[in-house]
């Protein structure tokens, strides 16, 4: 059974920055492709930003060019480095690994952004 924990979220103002943080434990993190998602206050679920076993990544358009997604697999650790944060980044976000099967997700961290 793999956890992820989220962290690294918090308040912060229009223009700002954040990095959030997943550790996962088991010795499995190096195998699968692993996902930031966010959610708005009533609205769904999307996907932020991607970043394959290998290493590649993909980015939502709404947050391109503004953040970055990397991993550490010595801390089975993957980041998210937000930049020029907008009020319409506020959301809790979620890590997700993709597994086959049912994937593992996160309990997510709260990211509120203020003008």
């Known amino acids: 059974q793999v956890q992820l924990v989220e962290s690294g979220g918090g308040l912060v103002q229009a223009g700002g920055s954040l990095r959030l943080s997943c550790a996962a434990s088991?010795?499995?993190?190096?195998?699968?492709?692993m996902g930031w998602y966010r959610q708005a206050p009533g609205k769904e679920r999307e996907l932020v930003a991607r970043?394959?076993?290998?290493?590649?990544?993909n980015y939502a358009d709404s947050v391109k060019g503004r953040s970055t997604i990397s991993r550490d697999s010595g801390k089975n650790t993957v980041y998210l480095q937000m930049n020029r944060l907008k009020v319409e980044d506020t959301g809790v976000y979620y890590c997700?690994?993709?597994?086959?099967?049912?994937?593992?997700w996160g309990r997510g961290t709260q990211v509120t952004v203020s003008s």
């Open positions: 997700r690994m993709e597994v086959p099967g049912p994937d593992y």
């Open positions: 088991g010795n499995i993190f190096n195998i699968y492709d």
């Open positions: 970043i394959s076993s290998g290493g590649s990544t």
